[in-house]
């Protein structure tokens, strides 16, 4: 499996951006995609993550309200639609993939993870 982010860029606050991550190879019906993201001078960190199924989806506290994952089964696809964003926000943002339904309480968990992307850089002007 490999995953191809793209999407980011420079915003001001409060704007908006939507990132996409494209799957290509063999992908998981019961499988789990995540965003991540690592902040300068951060860990990474747990962003979204939804159910390739597109039954349920999770959200880190610090997103919740203002990011939305999604995904579009027909091209492989998954979104990670971005609003409001705060300076705090920047960071490379990395979409991540596992084969198989990751419970919810290790959901934000990396090493639930197998497969992961390049990163899109997300830049947040004050």
């Known amino acids: 499996v490999q995953l191809q982010a793209s999407g980011g860029g420079l915003v001001q606050a409060g704007g908006s951006l939507r990132l996409s991550c494209a799957a290509s190879?063999?992908?998981?019906?019961?499988?789990?995609m995540g965003w991540f993201r690592q902040g300068p001078g951060k860990e990474r960190e747990f962003v979204a993550a939804i159910r390739w199924s597109g039954t349920s989806t999770h959200y880190a506290d610090s997103v919740k309200g203002r990011f939305t994952i999604s995904r579009e089964s027909a091209k492989n696809t998954v979104y990670l639609q971005m609003n409001s964003l705060k300076p705090e926000d920047t960071a490379v943002y990395y979409c991540a993939a596992a084969p198989k339904r990751i419970i919810n309480t290790a959901i934000s968990i990396q090493t639930q993870y197998h497969y992961w992307g390049q990163g899109t850089l997300v830049t947040v002007s004050s």
């Open positions: 190879g063999p992908t998981f019906s019961s499988g789990t």
